[in-house]
């Protein structure tokens, strides 16, 4: 069992940046994806970005350009590097891994099918 934790929510105004980071409790190698997944209240969750053990990312077309998403397999931990806040991005962030499963990358972000889960950090963006 993966237990996963999120760092690095807030409330900021728009345009600010905020970095997210999600700390693993074993090799965060061992997991194929891992992702971002935000909800926003009322609203389905929604896949942000994602990224395999090579390196590889997908993004939803709403954060292109202004998230980053990035993993340190050595230190067990994913990162997320939010650009140009919108209040639409006012969300609870959530880490994800996929464990052992091996699907496309973009399954994980459009189904968002992962094996463990965080417990969410709040971002909240003010116009």
């Known amino acids: 069992q993966v237990q996963l934790a999120e760092s690095g929510g807030g409330s900021v105004q728009a345009g600010a940046s905020l970095t997210h980071s999600c700390a693993a409790s074993?090799?965060?190698?061992?997991?194929?994806?891992m992702g971002w997944i935000r909800q926003a209240p009322g609203q389905e969750r929604e896949g942000v970005p994602t990224?395999?053990?090579?390196?590889?990312?997908h993004y939803a077309d709403s954060v292109k350009g202004r998230f980053t998403i990035s993993r340190d397999n050595a230190e067990n931990t994913l990162f997320l590097r939010m650009n140009s806040l919108e209040p639409e991005d006012t969300a609870m962030y959530y880490c994800?891994?996929?464990?052992?499963?091996?699907?496309?990358?973009?399954?994980?972000?459009?189904?968002?099918?992962?094996?463990?889960w965080g417990q969410g950090t709040q971002v909240t963006v003010s116009s």
């Open positions: 074993e090799s965060t190698y061992s997991s194929y994806c």
């Open positions: 990224i395999d053990n090579d390196g590889y990312t």
């Open positions: 994800a891994a996929s464990g052992g499963a091996r699907r496309p990358i973009w399954w994980y972000l459009e189904k968002n099918d992962y094996a463990y």
